[in-house]
């Protein structure tokens, strides 16, 4: 019985592999003209050169898309350089300029400012707390505006 179970998963894997191979096979078109081959790929489209030399095939990218092959990388090559810039002048200038932040001075003015602020602040919301006390509720409320 084990003997069965194992020779049909063999032949479950051995079926598996000559189907991916077979798939492999069938990714690539040869075609023959005049000068050598033209080969596709038939999932991606792209297409190659061939020649034999030395009883070897060696395939080059057809010439649109080494067209397109070539202004990809000098596009990359272009964003590259503006990133080497942009991470230079990044090492390059200090901690202050980079982080913009206030000076003490600057730090304990504005804290200041804040402070005064929220005091007047309170004052009123305690003011207004007073009124709310002292009106009854027959009395409307003052006009604030």
């Known amino acids: ?6 020779a049909t ?8 592999t000559a189907n991916a191979v077979a798939q492999e096979a069938e990714r690539f078109r040869l075609e023959r003209t ?4 033209v080969r596709m790929d038939t999932q991606t489209g792209a297409m190659s050169i061939c020649r034999e030399r030395s009883g070897q095939l060696v395939c080059a990218p057809a010439a649109d898309e080494r067209a397109a092959y070539e202004e990809d990388i000098a596009a990359l090559q ?4 503006t990133l080497e810039e942009r991470v230079e002048a990044l090492e390059g200038a ?13 730090f304990e003015q504005t804290l200041g400012l804040m402070e005064r602020f929220f ?8 003011d207004f ?15 604030r505006t």
């Open 34 to 37: 005049e000068e050598g081959y």
């Open 78 to 81: 272009d964003r590259l350089e």
């Open 94 to 106: 200090s901690p202050e300029a980079a982080s913009d932040l206030p000076s003490e001075e600057e």
């Open 129 to 143: 707390e007073k009124e709310e006390k002292t009106t009854s509720p027959d009395t409307p409320a003052p006009d």
């Open 119 to 126: 005091r007047r602040f309170m004052g009123i919301v305690k």
């Open 1 to 6: 019985m084990r003997k069965t179970i194992a």
């Open 9 to 16: 998963g063999a032949l479950i894997l051995l079926s598996m």
